[in-house]
């Protein structure tokens, strides 16, 4: 069973940055589509960021030109990195298989608050 683990989450000032990291326990990293997702206090889990096999991205608009998702595949590991971060921002941050198909992970909570 994929194991998924977050990590890099805390509390920043609206503006600030963040760096999140994901590891992924499988074999063969390379060949799945990751993403990451949030989940922000009372609103269902939604898509944030998609890389794909060859390093295709996609981005929700609401991050477009803020975030930026990328993947070490020797290493098993994907990231997001958030600049600019806002209020709206906040939210427990998951990653898994893009489709959301491996069991999820306990996710990074990101708090963007003065």
């Known amino acids: 069973q994929v194991q998924l683990v977050e990590s890099g989450g805390g509390l920043v000032q609206p503006g600030g940055s963040l760096r999140l990291s994901c590891a992924a326990s499988?074999?063969?990293?390379?060949?799945?589509?990751m993403a990451w997702y949030r989940q922000a206090p009372g609103k269902q889990r939604e898509l944030v960021a998609t890389?794909?096999?060859?390093?295709?991205?996609t981005y929700v608009d609401s991050v477009k030109g803020r975030f930026t998702i990328s993947r070490a595949n020797a290493k098993n590991t994907m990231y997001l990195q958030m600049n600019s971060l806002k209020p709206e921002d906040t939210a427990v941050y998951y990653c898994?298989?893009?489709?959301?198909?491996?069991?999820w992970g306990k996710g990074t909570l990101v708090t963007v608050s003065s």
């Open positions: 898994n298989r893009f489709g959301g198909s491996w069991a």
């Open positions: 890389i794909g096999s060859a390093g295709t991205t």
């Open positions: 499988i074999n063969m990293f390379s060949i799945y589509a």
